[in-house]
């Protein structure tokens, strides 16, 4: 069973580009998690989404940042026109949610990261 | 709001070393709780977890067990190693939120 995948590993883009950081969760999770971490500091949540939803992105930044999971195909974090300050790893983690109506905690399980740097 | 402080670092021990890396906890509700250890260049890996006061969880050596009246979740090994050098981060989880601590940076020389 595959783990959490996220590409690419490593992103270098110029100011004012656009990148893109995929995740494809474990099989069966239904739940993505996107996480920063800025040099020598801690993780920061961004956003919690499930299938074609957002649940909750009280950590995204207010603009140049946006998230999906779509019905198909891999969570993407994208930001726009990238500044020297978005450079940091960005983590995605994945869970397998509530189960039938229980209230659960299940951990979370990390993909290796995308390490972005803005030159 | 619910959150997590953990011991600030970095700790450097020697090999054989009895490590403790603090952490304590803020939570309305009966969260479970996580240490997860990132090695250079790498993801987090859970390292450990209790999900009730009282639990204790263990792997590789470390221990940690969850005390609801201090609202503790303290990290400890008995004999620490070259290859224990990591960050360790303490985490609560509750419904689908989790909190992370800053992170401790561990350091064992030979």
């Known amino acids: 069973n595959a783990g959490v995948m996220q590409n690419p590993r490593h992103l270098v883009r110029r100011r004012g580009q656009e990148a893109r950081l995929r995740c494809s969760p474990m099989?069966?999770?239904?739940?993505v998690y996107w996480y920063r971490q800025l040099p020598e500091e801690g993780l920061k949540f961004m956003v919690y989404?499930?299938?074609?939803?957002?649940?909750?992105e009280s950590g995204m930044p207010k603009e140049r940042f946006s998230a999906e999971f779509p019905k198909e195909g891999p969570s993407i974090l994208r930001i726009q026109q990238v500044v020297r300050g978005d450079s940091a790893a960005y983590f995605c983690?994945?869970?397998?949610?509530?189960?039938?109506?229980?209230?659960?905690?299940?951990?979370?399980?990390f993909g290796p990261g995308t390490r972005l740097t803005v030159l | 709001g619910d959150s997590v402080t953990q011991m600030e670092g970095p700790v450097t021990l020697s090999e054989e070393a009895f490590l403790t890396i603090n952490c304590t906890y803020t939570a309305t509700g009966y969260p479970s709780l996580f240490w997860y250890v990132q090695y250079p260049g790498e993801g987090l890996q859970l390292l450990l977890k209790?999900?009730?006061?009282?639990d204790k969880g263990s792997n590789k050596g470390f221990e940690a067990t969850y005390r609801k009246e201090t609202t503790s979740f303290h990290l400890e090994k008995g004999s620490v190693q070259v290859s224990d050098s990591a960050v360790y981060f303490c985490?609560?989880?509750?419904?689908?939120?989790?909190?992370f601590g800053t992170g401790t940076s561990l350091t064992v020389i030979p």
């Open positions: 989404l499930q299938k074609e939803n957002i649940i909750d």
């Open positions: 209790a999900t009730k006061a009282d």
């Open positions: 099989k069966g999770h239904s739940h």
């Open positions: 983690a994945s869970s397998p949610g509530l189960a039938g109506g229980l209230v659960f905690f299940y951990e979370q399980f």
């Open positions: 985490a609560l989880g509750t419904g689908n939120q989790f909190y």
